[in-house]
T-cell receptor, first 116, second 117 residues
Framework: AQTVTQSQPEMSVQEAETVTLSCTYDTSESDYYLFWYKQPPSRQMILVIRQEAYKQQNATENRFSVNFQKAAKSFSLKISDSQLGDAAMYFCAYRSAENYGQNFVFGPGTRLSVLP | NAGVMQNPRHLVRRRGQEARLRCSPMKGHSHVYWYRQLPEEGLKFMVYLQKENIIDESGMPKERFSAEFPKEGPSILRIQQVVRGDSAAYFC???????????????FGPGTRLTVL
């Protein structure tokens, strides 16, 4: 079974600075998807960024980018120019691509605080 | 195109009562997933359904919990004889059929927060 680990329960960053959230995962599969979700106090799950394992190029979405290291099974999220609205819980998630319909496996989350 | 709808958003039950949580997937989506989020934890998979079929219920507790996704109407997650430990946020997600755009993503609803007194 796949597992997802987020070793940082809490992180803080100064507004306008850059922060990196860590995620590692364990799988024996070669084809899969990785996601970062943001959960603000409203509890709505918001997709931040996704990465296909077969793509070597790291995904980027505006201020959000990932560092995907397939061999190391690492998938970190970098937030540049942090804004107060970025404060939230961030969850890393894994989904198999080898069987359609596979559920997401989520990490325990990292709580990000943004300091003005 | 409306997103995934869940109702109620908040549900309060006393111990021993039944809780019924509803989920309407996005239009055109035929795959529904239920997840549970305990306080200060990540989401944990419970069950995966297609119309009139339970595909994977490996994350569902063996007793008191059941789920359905009928041919017509929303998906229902039912918890019988609730206990305090059932207090959590329950999220529904939906995805389209294989071959359709975004079929490898799941789109989440806003969740139902269940409180058991």
């Amino acid at each position: 079974a796949q597992t997802v680990t987020q070793s940082q329960p809490e992180m803080s960053v100064q507004e306008a600075e850059t922060v990196t959230l860590s995620c590692t995962y364990d799988t024996s599969e070669s084809d899969y998807y990785l996601f970062w979700y943001k959960q603000p106090p409203s509890r709505q799950m918001i997709l931040v960024i996704r990465q296909e394992a077969y793509k070597q190029q790291n995904a980027t979405e505006n201020r959000f980018s990932v560092n995907f290291q397939k061999a190391a099974k690492s998938f970190s999220l970098k937030i540049s120019d942090s804004q107060l609205g970025d404060a939230a819980m961030y969850f890393c998630a894994y989904r198999s691509a080898e069987n359609y319909g596979q559920n997401f496996v989520f990490g325990p989350g990292t709580r990000l605080s943004v300091l003005p | 195109n409306a997103g995934v709808m869940q109702n109620p958003r908040h549900l309060v039950r006393r111990r021993g009562q039944e809780a019924r949580l509803r989920c309407s997937p996005m239009k055109g989506h035929s795959h529904v997933y239920w997840y549970r989020q305990l306080p200060e934890e990540g989401l944990k998979f419970m069950v995966y359904l297609q119309k009139e079929n339970i595909i994977d219920e490996s994350g569902m507790p063996k007793e008191r919990f059941s789920a359905e996704f009928p041919k017509e109407g929303p998906s229902i997650l039912r918890i019988q004889q609730v206990v305090r430990g059932d207090s959590a946020a329950y999220f529904c997600a939906s995805s389209p059929r294989p071959g359709e755009s975004s079929y490898n993503e799941q789109f989440f609803g806003p969740g139902t927060r269940l409180t058991v007194l």
